[in-house]
């Protein structure tokens, strides 16, 4: 790799982490949310709601597609987040 090529990965990376920690802070956001979404929840079998998660996948696809980023990115993106939070409510699940 040329030392120009290297400065430009060097800048782009640097971006990509500064993007990284706002995703974190959004992540954070979303954990809240989650927390305030279980405590309502009054038995276990209320924390996987697949209509809600089709739903979900459907709109996330549409605003892909019109955002010009590849749906199957943000489909796993989200499939994979939807399984975390779900095994998050599971295991602080407390009635």
Known sequence: MSPLNKAKLNKIRKDLDKLDNSLIK???????????????????????????????????????????????ITNRIWKNMIGAYIDFERRNFKK
């Open 26 to 72: 959004i992540i954070k956001k979303r954990t809240s949310l989650v927390k305030k979404v279980l405590a309502l929840k009054e038995k276990k079998n209320q924390i996987v709601d697949q209509k809600r998660i089709r739903i979900i996948l459907k709109n996330i696809k549409k605003k892909s597609i019109r955002n010009k980023i590849d749906p199957k």
